[in-house]
């Protein structure tokens, strides 16, 4: 490394955050980038360590240590504090396709590797990693290239998310006829409609997508094959089909009144704020949605956070986020040892915008909805939540909830998001494909492979994996891609 001695003598520093104050007056990106200068102190901190396992992405314990893509982390860091930033993107882009995006949206799995984390601050890699992707944007270095040769083979990806662009971006490369089908208005699927615009501005989507099509990738919206577009003409038309669909069932909450008007699936929600904003150019604010009404978020995870921040952005009255799980501790435990992904509790932006708005933490632990109260025109007007008692179950020892009676308590609520997570692939996407699902529901395949049950037909993402993370969904879809590569032409070189 080029500087071995930096992290004794930089501690870590991230960007500037706009303040709360500001920020939930607007759907705008808050995170700003540290001067160039900065960054470069930020990437000498990288140690000269010997294994990174900020690049292993190795499951341990059923945890992603480390960065799924296999970055070069070390390498890129080196380049970033010797200025050298275009040779930094030159590097990683060998491994990663959307940078902009997991520079975003990704919760650093490297980070939570690195051998500096371990006694001090990690090193600020996905801070560096976005300066080398705009840097590279902002000098024109970022192309997508149309192949000088075509091999004649077409392939057709299904879903626009993150898993699909990866595979459509490498097969195109590789002189294959791509074609990407998406069910929404716009390209992007989960990236587009289910995260946040101040998480992830839809405008580095596009940005991404108008390279891909003057390359040669071809984009097909309002495309929703199963319905609109059937199966067998994809079969026919194509020598392969990719399925990156993404897992599109929401895990649903069954309580007394869950018919009540006034309760979204979260990712329905989300969708339904971006699109009016994106339809209006942000200059119509859907605040009827949310404006004066006590909302109960119904999960703890990325999603309900992302809820807690959109409803506060739109004029709730009132947030209140439940969990049903403890509260995780603030520092690892001794069962939880690095380089494992640390199980220890954070404050998002969405819970730090409901703290500065309301004065206390949204979130209620250990709880959950015994019933959805409704008034007398069957609008929700309130919800009655347990407690939990986390007991291990006598016969596999793993920790269950069990509500505890007695401790039921009603809270006003006018609108409920369920953010419980989801459970896997759309039936009717894999029955028209006729692809052989497992116990989850997701499209199966041999262990390590993205070829399904039939021939031809192969899948990648959360689809294939079940609900993840944009990192992973990237991966797999360049590794699907490399898949599908090999078994057209006999050989990959991807």
Known sequence: MGKPTGFLEYERKNGPVVPEKERIRNFEEFHRQLPTEEQKKQAARCMDCGVPFCQAGTMIQGMASGCPLHNLVPEMN???????????????????????????????????ACTCGLHTDPVSTKENERTVIEYAYENGLVREEAPKVRTGKRVAVVGSGPAGLAAAQLLNRRGHLVTVYERNDRIGGLLRYGI??????????????????????????????????SADELKKEYDSVILTCGAANPRDIQAPGRDAEGIWFAVDFLSTVTKRLLDSDFSEVPTELVKGKNVIVIGGGDTGNDCVGTSIRLGAESVVQLEMMPEPPACRLAGNPWPEWPRVGKTDYGQEEAIYKFGHDPRIYQTTVKSF????????????VISLSAEKDPGSGRL??????????????????????????????????????????????????????QPGIYTAGDMHRGQSLVVWAIAEGRAAAKEVDRDLMGYTNL
Request: hydrophobic share 40%; aromatic share 8%.
């Open 373 to 384: 109260n409704k008034d007398e025109e069957g609008k929700l007007k309130s919800v009655t």
């Open 78 to 112: 080196d380049l970033v504090y010797h200025g050298n930033l275009e040779q930094a993107y030159v590097r990683l882009s060998k491994t990663h396709s959307f940078p902009e995006f997991t520079s975003r949206v990704c919760p650093a799995l490297c980070e939570a």
């Open 196 to 229: 946040p615009n101040m998480k992830l501005d839809k405008r580095f989507i596009d940005r991404r997508i108008a390279l891909m099509e003057q390359a040669g990738v071809r984009f097909v919206t309002n495309a929703d094959v199963g319905r609109n577009i």
């Open 400 to 453: 269950r909830m069990v509500p505890v009676e007695g401790s039921e308590k009603e809270l006003p609520a006018e609108l409920v998001l369920i953010a419980a997570g989801f459970l896997g692939s759309q039936s009717y996407v894999t029955e028209a494909f006729g692809v052989e699902v497992d116990g989850r529901t997701n499209v199966a395949t041999a262990r390590g492979d993205y070829a399904t049950s």
